[in-house]
């Protein structure tokens, strides 16, 4: 019993990996839902690929230091984390041209139907990308966006596709995967994921959802820095017949032969579009090792505590801030948010106090439960921080008041 127990604390204490991140001395950071923190590993890495590879090596470093494999070898990593089968992930350019490269394709499938369905919770660069794309095709297609909570009752026999974020960016809500793309295949249509705010977030089983697409980014939960690339994930049985929008010169079968004429890369790799960016994969390396060995079910089982005591501590402490993510926790990601009517100020008085957040107009104060890097004594720090600004009112000194660039 005893031994049990050991082995039981043992194995959660196993999760945290704080040593292993850098983290400015004084900060309690909640805001790993939008850029994560740095791996100590990372400098030294990226030191070493600017010196040792890319300086000594040069163009060699494609060979010799297996530049050319990194965005399919640690496309599994990423892959292994949200049960996508091997060698059906890829890494490459950013979230936005991912979500094109998959929409693009999901339309290709359906010729005959018109209609790409999302809802009003996605993250606005989705959606502008599908816009932007239906235009171009100029071919009567139809964005529908409705509620997140009317998204099941709208998946009809017109819709081609059904893209939907899984976590909303703003209030944490969480779509059933599984559900909605059973009822996308119900109709007929074709399901697409972006995971942005699940990937190492929250567990995800993309072979168990069947969905045929999955998009995300790898700078928030999984820690790769910023500009780390976006991964894009196709299901096995379909990569073959996939036709690539972005028909560029890395996801060609062959494109050291240079041919005229485009012919696609077998499977996931014809989702490639140019030059991979070594400098950010070498950074993005350090940060997947973190995750070896983690199982996403104890990070679920850790963030859910973290969000609760964050939760209660506010709620305890801070009534003037309202809950607006689900209050069931699993009905929601990995982050928690409040509504303040002056949260903007709040969240600068936060930050100046040493906890790092972030804002999301109109009223969003936002926080992000990582439990690699972040523990009870943390949050419940936090939370003293975050009354001791609302009890004092500091949040209306001028110097809060005043908007950067990025919020
Ligand atoms: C963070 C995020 C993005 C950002 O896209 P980039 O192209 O990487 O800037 C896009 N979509 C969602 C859902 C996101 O959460």
Redesign the pocket.
């Known amino acids: 019993m005893t031994n049990e127990r050991h082995a039981g604390k043992n194995k959660r204490e196993s999760i945290l990996k704080k040593d292993q991140f850098y983290l400015p001395e004084g900060v309690i950071y909640l805001d790993g839902n939008s850029l994560g923190p740095m791996p100590k590993a990372a400098s030294s890495r990226v030191n070493k690929t600017v010196e040792d590879e890319w300086g000594e090596m040069l163009i060699k470093g494609w060979n010799d230091a297996g530049w050319m494999k990194q965005p399919s070898i640690l496309g599994d990593k990423i892959g292994k984390l949200l049960g996508c089968a091997a060698g059906s992930t890829v890494l490459g350019d950013?979230?936005?041209v991912k979500v094109y490269q998959a929409l693009a394709a999901a339309l290709a499938m359906r010729p005959d139907r018109k209609i790409v369905l999302s809802d009003s919770g996605?993250?606005p660069?989705?959606l502008y990308i599908a816009d932007g794309l239906l235009r171009t095709l100029k071919s009567g297609h139809e964005l529908r966006v409705v509620a997140p909570e009317d998204v099941y009752d709208n998946i009809t026999e017109d819709v081609a596709v059904v893209m939907l974020?899984q976590v909303d960016?703003r209030t944490g809500r969480m779509h059933d995967m599984n559900a909605l793309t059973k009822a996308t295949h119900d109709v007929g249509a074709v399901s697409i994921w972006?995971l942005?705010?699940s990937a190492g977030a929250v567990p995800v089983d993309m072979a168990a959802s069947n969905a045929e697409f999955a998009v995300g980014?790898t700078y928030?939960y999984l820690n790769g820095g910023p500009g780390a690339p976006?991964f894009i994930y196709i299901r096995p049985d379909i990569a073959d017949s996939v036709e690539p929008s972005l028909a560029g010169w890395l996801g060609h079968a062959q494109p050291f032969a240079f041919d005229l004429d485009y012919r696609p890369a077998p499977g996931i790799e014809r989702m490639r579009v140019g030059t991979p960016p070594i400098l950010q994969l070498a950074a993005l390396e350090t940060a997947l090792a973190i995750w070896d060995g983690v199982s996403m079910d104890d990070v679920r089982a850790k963030s859910i505590a973290l969000s609760e005591l964050f939760i209660e501590g506010v709620e305890a402490t801070c009534s003037q801030l309202k809950l607006i993510s689900p209050r069931d926790s699993s009905q929601r990601g990995s982050q928690i948010s409040f509504a303040f009517e002056h949260g903007y100020p709040a969240m600068q008085a936060l930050i100046a106090a040493g906890v790092i957040g972030d804002f999301r107009a109109p009223d969003t104060m936002r926080f992000g439960f990582t439990p690699l890097y972040l523990d009870e004594n943390d949050v419940k720090r936090a939370v003293e921080i975050l009354a001791d600004i609302m009890k004092n009112d500091t949040w209306k000194q001028p110097r809060f008041q005043k908007k950067g660039d990025v919020t």
């Open positions: 950013t979230l936005s996605n993250f660069s989705d974020t960016y972006d942005a705010h980014c928030k976006a």
